[in-house]
């Protein structure tokens, strides 16, 4: 399998994606807005959990209401500990849909197991303009110690609107060192098929308002895997609105691909035509509707 290169294009309406710990916007420190690559992987192992998929990066709680630890969990998932021989921990490990993407640590009693995953992330960026932070209060129906007679009054922090741009790299061959594992052309379209819906799926209060709205994946030619920079692919794509409709400006992207012509095998976007226009794309672009997943041109 080739390297796979993408961009993955998350839109925020009144909700909040990725706060930090003081529950405003996470920014970086030129106070860009940002979201950090965890709150996608989130998502993405949420949506697996919720097909039923085995997955290890997942809070779990006890009956005592304190939280699982990690080899409580994979005990739990699969009847094996940490006395198990190491090769068939690792082999178990690799087929927890999570640690088969984004790989893990498993440090539990002195066996400790690091799997850099063929799946990386990297930061979100807010590429709107406009976005505008704003408090939102909340009215408790409980008292509080202080007033008893009273209900409180909670608030959170919201953006009006944001479009949040990731890219992302898949190495095929990061496993080619592990015996039977390997990144196989399955795993890659599985892992496209629920990225393309994860964020929409989240059904929580923090992300309701965050939905899926935008893909493209760029596949190399065969021969070119570590030798085409296509890494920051975030950088060539542009988001601004008219007439209250979002446009993706591929202008950069495009040309940055016909320049690497001969490099490149094919380009998939994938984007929702009923609330997204794309623009300055190209004619060998195979494009695709968000929702049905049905060819647009």
Request: charged share 25%; with cysteine.
């Amino acid at each position: 399998m080739n390297n796979i290169y993408g961009v993955i294009g998350i839109g925020v309406k009144n909700s909040m994606f990725n706060a930090d710990f003081n529950g405003e916007a996470k920014t970086d420190f030129a106070g860009n807005i940002i979201a950090s690559p965890y709150a996608l992987q989130y998502c993405i192992k949420n949506q697996w959990n919720l097909l039923g998929e085995d997955v290890l990066g997942l809070k779990r709680v006890q009956e005592d209401g304190t939280y699982l630890t990690l080899e409580s969990v994979f005990t739990q998932i699969t009847g094996l500990d940490a006395k198990s021989d190491y090769n068939i921990i690792l082999e178990r490990l690799m087929k927890f849909k999570d640690v088969k993407n984004f790989g893990c640590v498993y440090s539990v009693k002195g066996k400790n197991i690091s799997v850099k995953g063929a799946v990386q992330f990297g930061v979100g960026v807010n590429k709107y303009e406009d976005t505008i932070t704003y408090n939102d209060e909340v009215l408790s129906p409980y008292a509080s110690k202080d007033g008893k007679d009273n209900t409180t009054i909670g608030n959170k922090n919201l953006l009006n609107e944001a479009h949040y741009v990731y890219d992302f790299s898949i190495f095929a061959d990061e496993y080619k060192n592990l015996n039977n594992v390997e990144y196989s052309e399955e795993d890659y379209i599985d892992f496209k098929n629920n990225l393309l819906i994860c964020v929409s799926n989240c059904n929580s209060k923090a992300k309701k308002g965050c939905k899926n709205e935008f893909a493209a994946f760029v596949e190399v030619n065969e021969g070119y895997n570590y030798i085409t920079d296509l890494g920051f692919l975030e950088e060539y794509i542009n988001v601004i609105k008219e007439d209250d409709k979002i446009i993706y400006d591929l202008k950069e992207f495009t040309n940055l691909i016909k320049d690497l012509e001969g490099s490149v095998k094919g380009v998939e976007i994938y984007y929702n035509p009923r609330t997204v226009s794309i623009e300055n794309i190209a004619d060998e672009f195979k494009i695709y509707d968000l929702i049905t997943r049905k060819a647009v041109k």
